[in-house]
């Protein structure tokens, strides 16, 4: 029979406890690295912040910065800087104005108390469950070798170890100092990343147990720090029942053999302007009737301007709004992560029952990714798998490009992730422009083969009967079929 796992502690950090299965192992010694700026410290403040909530006595080991200024910043972030003791062992001015140095560990050479006997002292007062220690590079600059410095190291954790502490200490990795050599003497590593398309925490090492693998991102924001792990569809099963949701058009549903399924992912494409956005809209119109809950992710389009074309075709956006079926969010993109996004996602799933999710659109989301183009799909299948593991109907905008010409269904090949692909489409016929609507794929069931006249009108959406009079319709310039080659190809009587 295995062993059970250790309790856990909690960093403070919901999402980074997600990521190491519930958090930390008690009594171990764990390394956050990462460049100045990147939110170590912060990190180590949500930790001890998290100990005094739970009763337990909380110590900060300063060795840098001036403690005036680090409890102010604290502070600022909303942590109880009085609840949390701190040894404070930063240089003072009067190592630069009396041009005095010491050597730690090194009682003999050091005229006043030395940094050891104000350790053993400071942690030995406190008695602390929790230890940061920020940052523990800095001991490297008060000793003579490196060698030296390891050893010096190895005693510290043991000696926190034996006083039954969990121990988070910051380094800063520099080409100049690197901090490989910590790694062999810590349970765990966090790596906190900084670069042009975002911050990124992953957790290369961690004694004891696995963690959820992967880049993940963070943000710093006015409250601390908050961790998004990279979505894990696997993890994320809800049992829903088999159902047809209607559009509440009897001529889309034909096409659609009944409409969408419960738990599919449908993708509606087509060029701008042709009414992807209002055709989605109405099976959340429709499902609202039912009493179900919709939310929208609007990407290339403000929420304002939605709602007004909502309300001039008869969509009822207000009063969905105001009776809790439909959420309408606004994302700007290149400030999200797709981390983050997901977490979005997830909380109007798993905490607020969304039933229908609708992501409008494709290229506008694919800007959460900052450049990271191969990760497109990798995200895309994810989310959807997510979304269909957990019941949710999800609808994918995605813009065309030709408005006529060369067809295609999807601009960002993504085709294969449907389950369902509604097209709509510009024609000219005779100098005039109408639109399209045809079902290009359908894995649950058959479907209607046919294309039909599609438009949006101030009542609403109108879909008319086969277009069966005509071919070359993909092309966006249709040609009239004359009756007897209709009766000639078999599409006529």
Known sequence: MPSPLPERLSTGVDGLDEILAGGLVPERSYMISGRAGSGKTILGFHFLAEGV?????????????DLDDLKTNAAALGFD??????????????????????????????????????????????????????????????????????????????????????????VQDTSSMPTDDLEFITDGTIVLGTDAHGKSIRVPKFRGSSTQSGDHAYRITDGGIEVYPALQPGEHVAEYGLETISSGIPEVDELLAGGLERGTVSIVSGPTGVGKTTLSTQFMKEA????????????????????????AVDIPVDRMIERGTLQVNEVEALERSPQEFA?????EVEERDADIVMVDGIAGY????????????????ALGRYLKNMGVTAIFVDETRNV????????????????????????????EMRKAIGVLKKRTSDFERTIREFRITEHGIEVGEPMSNMRGLLSGTPEMVRNHERREDGTGG
Do not use: C, W
């Not at 010409?405 to 389950?419: K, P």
């Open 343 to 347: 977490r979005m996602v997830r909380e």
């Open 53 to 65: 909530e739970r009763g337990e006595t909380a110590l900060f080991v300063n060795l840098e910065e």
């Open 366 to 381: 694919r800007l959460t990714l900052r450049g990271e183009e191969n990760a497109m799909l990798q995200q895309m299948h």
């Open 81 to 170: 800087t009085d609840a949390i003791d701190f040894l404070d062992l930063s240089p003072s001015a009067d190592v630069f104005t009396e041009d005095q140095s010491y050597e730690v560990f090194a009682p003999s050479e050091v005229e006043r108390e030395t940094l050891t006997e104000r350790i053993v002292e400071g942690v030995t007062t406190v008695d602390p469950d929790r230890v940061v220690v920020d940052p523990l590079t800095q001991l490297r600059f008060l000793t003579d070798d490196d060698y030296q410095f390891r050893k010096q190291v190895v005693g510290f954790m043991r000696f926190l170890k034996e006083r039954n502490a969990t121990v988070l200490f910051t």
């Open 404 to 431: 006529i010409g060369e067809f295609r269904a999807t601009m960002e090949n993504i085709s294969y992730l449907a389950d369902n692909i509604v097209f709509l489409r510009h024609l000219e016929i005779h100098g």
């Open 288 to 311: 609202a009737a039912r009493g179900e809950r919709s939310v929208i992710y609007l990407f290339e389009e403000t929420k304002e301007t939605f709602l007004t074309r909502s309300r």
